[in-house]
Structures are given as structure tokens and as C-alpha cells.
């Protein structure tokens, strides 16, 4: 089955976390990692990889491919000038622990409640990276004469240029059709292809309740175009199965009127989102005059009162 998407970001469908949410984003819930052991102080995470996961080439996923993250990329200066704040405590970067195959320890130097609530969020290509694949393109591990030689090839000036497209950065498994992944499909055309194509991951590792292999559908097609109101254009024509991102309310009674037309369905999502635009005082200001105003509701109910909300 083939399903087209207009230019939505397909790196949405594709993404792996050690944890992950529920549905309702509500609980955390077992994924790469099958289960963990957090520390009295939250400062120790003990993660144990599920046995049997493949990277998509049938390469097993094991704790050699968190050592490579956290080692050889992670902790390398050309590859990461500057630490995720969520992946530091007390102003110093976590620390891993290999404990065996499929076991690795996270510590922090100070107390990291929220670790695994913001893992779940942000750990898009964190703690796992394929190893096997990536120490071709990188210095430790290939010498020096041939990456020289493989990133001139590639029309760049730097090693660790070459290792961010072809795995290394978060986009990587899009721009190298060649990277293995973890996800349910994986890139077959490049990304300056006109459309974009996924393909199943023969070795994806989910089922669903009744046993039947993931993902339902074998191919995903995401046509490029160059700005919004093409997408809106396609859409009418009927050539979408599928649009969320980059078409809006604003759209809506377009859409509505040539729904028999293209032969579409028109769907007002629900989401559980804020306003976009809001103040937040900061609460915890260091300035204890400052502080202690913002933490007074009555203060920030004035406030409220007080924005033209019509003049913005």
C-alpha cells in the first residue's frame, strides 16, 4: 500500500526513544529500553535494552551502540561543541556506564527528576547511534588518508562534516538512505529527490495486540514542493491521502468547498495545545523582590487584565 504525503515532516513517523508516552501522554511507557531503575536521589538511571531489536541492515542493537554514542560522539568535541542542557546536571555532562551487553547506567552529578519525562521528548537520536555502520566515517576508527579522501569525495571540508550526513545529526537517516535505523520505515531516495520515499524496515520490531507485524503500510511517499499554497493546491486536486502540517484554519472553507471535487475528507484536529502567544513570569527569578511579585497570583491576574488583548 502507498500512501502520499504533501512536504509534512516524515522525520514525525520516524523516531525511537529509550521511553516513550502513552497515547495520551499520560505515563511513560517502555520502547528501546524494556524496563529501568532510577536512583532514591535521581541521579542513576539503569536502562536494559530489549534483546532481539535489529538496525534495519539485521545488525543487532546493543550496549556498543550506546558506548559509541556517548564515547565517540557524544563526548567528542567536533561532533559536540556544546552539551543539551538536558543532558547535563550541576553544570557537567552525564556520564555512562556500560554494564553488560544490554545494560548501561546514566549518572548525573546532581538530581535529574525530570530525566526521563524530557528523554521521552527530546531523545531523537540520543544514547543509540548504528556503530557498526558510522566508525567507517569516523577518526578513531578509520584512518585518516581514507576519511580525508571520503570527505573530499563528498564535496566537504571537515571529518566530522561527512559524519553528520551520513548519520550523525538527527536529519542524517534522511540525507543517507545507506544509514541503518531503528524505525518503522527507512529513507530510499535522497532528499533532494521531488518525492520522498520510505520503505518498510524488514527487521522493525513491533506488533501490534493481535500479533501482526508493524507497520501496516509498506511505502510512504512525501512530495517536496516549494511553498504552502501548493500544498493547499494539491490538496484540492486530490492528490493527498494524507495533510496536517502547513494548511489551516485559514484554508478550512477552500477546502470544504471542493471536498466532492478532490474527494477528501476535511477533519478539525484536536490538540492539546496552549495559546500561542502567552507570557510567563519566571517564578523562580533570582531577584527575591521580583520573585516573590511574580508569585502572587493576584499580580498575575492584573497582568492578564492589563494586555490590550485587541490592540495585538
Same mark, same amino acid.
Request: hydrophobic share 40%; with cysteine; proline share 6%.
Given at each position: /500500500? ?43 538511571? +539503569? %536502562?536494559?535494552?530489549?534483546?532481539? @531489536?535489529?538496525?534495519?541492515?539485521? +545488525?543487532?542493537?546493543? +550496549? ?6 556517548? &564515547?565517540?560522539? %557524544?563526548? *567528542?568535541?567536533?561532533?559536540?561543541? =556544546?552539551?543539551? =542542557? ?10 555512562? $556506564? ?38 567507517? %566515517? ?6 585518516? $588518508? ?48 521531488? @518525492? /520522498? ?8 520490531? !513491533? ?9 501496516? #503500510? ?20 486530490? $492528490? ?6 502547513? #494548511?489551516? @484554519?485559514?484554508?478550512? +472553507?477552500?477546502?470544504? &468547498? ?27 527569578? !533570582? ?11 493576584? %499580580? ?6 492589563? @494586555? *490590550?488583548?485587541?490592540?495585538?
Amino acid at each position: /500500500m502507498e500512501r502520499s504525503f504533501g512536504p509534512m515532516g516524515v522525520n514525525k513517523l520516524c523516531f525511537e526513544h529509550l521511553v516513550m508516552f502513552d497515547k495520551n501522554g499520560a505515563q511513560l511507557l517502555p520502547n528501546l529500553a524494556e524496563s529501568w531503575k532510577v536512583s532514591k536521589d535521581a541521579k542513576t538511571y +539503569t %536502562f536494559k535494552l530489549r534483546e532481539g @531489536i535489529r538496525w534495519s541492515d539485521g +545488525t543487532p542493537l546493543t +550496549t556498543e551502540d550506546v558506548r559509541f554514542w556517548y &564515547e565517540d560522539v %557524544f563526548l *567528542n568535541k567536533e561532533l559536540t561543541p =556544546s552539551f543539551p =542542557s538536558w543532558l547535563t546536571s550541576g553544570g557537567k555532562p552525564l556520564e555512562i $556506564e556500560i554494564g553488560d551487553k544490554y545494560t548501561f547506567t546514566v549518572k548525573f552529578a546532581e538530581p535529574n527528576p525530570l530525566f526521563l519525562i524530557t528523554m521521552a521528548k527530546l531523545g531523537y537520536n540520543m544514547f543509540v547511534l548504528p556503530a557498526n555502520y558510522l566508525k567507517q %566515517f569516523h577518526p578513531k576508527y578509520t584512518p585518516k $588518508e581514507k576519511l580525508d579522501a571520503m570527505t573530499k569525495e563528498a564535496g566537504l571540508q571537515f571529518w566530522y562534516q561527512l559524519f553528520g550526513i551520513k548519520g550523525g545529526d538527527t536529519s542524517g537517516w534522511l540525507q543517507n538512505p545507506e544509514l541503518p535505523v531503528l524505525y518503522p520505515w527507512r529513507a530510499i531516495t535522497l532528499p533532494t529527490a521531488s @518525492i /520522498m520515499v520510505l520503505e518498510r524496515n524488514p527487521y522493525y520490531w !513491533k506488533v501490534d495486540p493481535a500479533g501482526n507485524q508493524l507497520p501496516y #503500510i509498506d511505502k510512504v511517499s512525501s512530495i517536496l514542493v516549494d511553498n504552502n499554497e501548493m500544498v493547499v493546491m494539491k490538496a484540492l486536486s486530490g $492528490e493527498l491521502d494524507f495533510q496536517v502540517r502547513n #494548511i489551516g @484554519i485559514a484554508d478550512y +472553507t477552500l477546502l470544504m &468547498e471542493n471536498r466532492a471535487k478532490g474527494d477528501y475528507r476535511v477533519l478539525k484536529w484536536k490538540q492539546g495545545m496552549g495559546s500561542d502567544l502567552a507570557l510567563y513570569p519566571n517564578q523562580n527569578v !533570582k531577584d527575591p523582590v521580583l520573585r516573590s511579585l511574580f508569585q502572587d497570583r493576584r %499580580f498575575r491576574q492584573a497582568l492578564s487584565i492589563a @494586555i *490590550n488583548r485587541d490592540a495585538i
